[in-house]
Nanobody
Framework: QVQLVESGGGLVQAGDSLRLSCVAS????????RAWFRQAPGKRREFVAA????????FYPDSVRGRFTISRDSDKNTLYLQMNSLRPEDTAVYYC???????????????????WGQGTQVTVSS
């Protein structure tokens, strides 16, 4: 089992930055890919960023590419999401996820991740 705990959310203004963190505990050695997703009220869960086991490869959708950066510190079992130039449409609950199955490609679908955190709220005012 793997437990994930996110932190770092908050209320910011458009153009501001935030850094989210997600600490993993339990069988952390079993983790391959890690990712961030978000869900706004009344909307479907959306993929935000993912990173491979080594931290050398990452993937982003067009909506956040160039503004968000995902990274991981394996020594601390921590995943980060640096969010710059935030927009009101980035407002959502952000969830971190971990996958324990090796994949050829970095997964972007939520059902390919096995463990999820409880989420942290990010609110961006205009």
């Amino acid at each position: 089992q793997v437990q994930l705990v996110e932190s770092g959310g908050g209320l910011v203004q458009a153009g501001d930055s935030l850094r989210l963190s997600c600490v993993a505990s339990g069988r952390t050695s079993s983790i391959y890919h890690r990712a961030w997703f978000r869900q706004a009220p009344g909307k479907r869960r959306e993929f935000v960023a993912a990173i491979d086991r080594s931290g050398g490869s990452a993937f982003y959708p067009d909506s956040v590419r160039g503004r968000f950066t995902i990274s991981r510190d394996s020594d601390k079992n921590t995943l980060y999401l640096q969010m710059n130039s935030l927009r009101p449409e980035d407002t959502a609950v952000y969830y971190c996820a971990a996958g324990v199955s090796p994949r050829t490609l970095i997964p972007r679908q939520g059902d390919m991740y096995d463990y999820w955190g409880q989420g942290t709220q990010v609110t961006v005012s205009s």
